[in-house]
């Protein structure tokens, strides 16, 4: 896929999820960083960097009342909102994307090892690597991230979310994929992505963070290969 057409849809899904770039290009640069620690190489790392930048690409789909209720989501809601990983990969199919690394992980990256996540109830071996790696990913910038309902992290967010990730190891997530990243905390590596791409919108998507144009030109340039993560 064109990589100007990548970011246009990831810009719809942020503006309707009500995110910044910031996300995206978090969970794209952390994919960067797990996935250069567990030696892939080069072109299959910008494989695993395209597919974390579209992995929500099904929330295109979900009605804006839905995805932007404020409050408690009825099971009915919520069924909807589980749609996107399967959405996402029919929409994705249907451009003519036939990355089996990207087809993957949008529609995967919520299943659980145990076969207890979703859309598929897939377990263990029958998920792609790269979704089990990007659920973990995923998880870890969701819990140490401000987002619209949550300004202040607390000092010890990173730290909490690496010892909730270890608590479901094996159960939720790849152990494997947990161990890398948890190698990478402890080493520092990741301190700078959380701290550089962290943006607050507190008002919400109709107004952007003003730093959000730089996160886009940080996804666009990392996605061509033109940046290389801090050693
Ligand atoms: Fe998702």
Redesign the pocket.
Same mark, same amino acid.
């Given at each position: 896929m064109d990589r100007d057409i990548l970011i246009a849809l990831v810009r719809i899904v942020d503006i309707k999820d009500g995110l910044t770039g910031a996300h995206t290009a978090r969970v794209a640069l952390y994919s960067q960083a797990l996935a250069e620690a567990t030696g892939l190489k080069e072109a299959e790392v910008y494989r695993v960097m395209r597919a974390a930048a579209l %992995? @929500?690409i099904g929330k295109i789909d979900i009605p804006d009342h839905i995805l932007g209720k404020p409050g408690r989501l009825t099971d009915q809601e919520y069924a909807i909102i589980q749609q %996107?990983?399967v959405w996402g990969y029919e929409r994705l199919a249907r451009m003519g994307e036939d990355d089996p690394v990207i087809l993957s992980v949008v529609r995967s %990256? %919520?299943e659980r090892v145990d076969g207890s996540g979703y859309p598929d109830g897939l377990a263990g071996p029958a998920i792609h690597p790269a979704a089990l790696c990007f659920a973990v990913v @995923?998880t870890f910038d969701a819990m140490t991230s401000i987002r619209p309902y949550r300004t202040d992290l607390g000092p010890d967010a990173a730290q909490r979310a690496i010892e909730e990730l270890n608590q479901h190891a094996g159960t939720w997530y790849c152990p494997d994929a947990i161990e890398a990243l948890t190698r990478l905390y402890r080493a520092g590596k990741l301190d700078w992505i959380m701290r550089h791409q962290n943006g607050a919108d507190p008002e919400g998507a109709s107004s952007p963070d003003p730093e959000a144009a730089d996160d886009y030109a940080v996804l666009s340039e990392s996605l061509a290969g033109g940046r290389s993560l801090p050693t």
């Open positions: %992995h @929500d %996107h990983a %990256h %919520h @995923d």
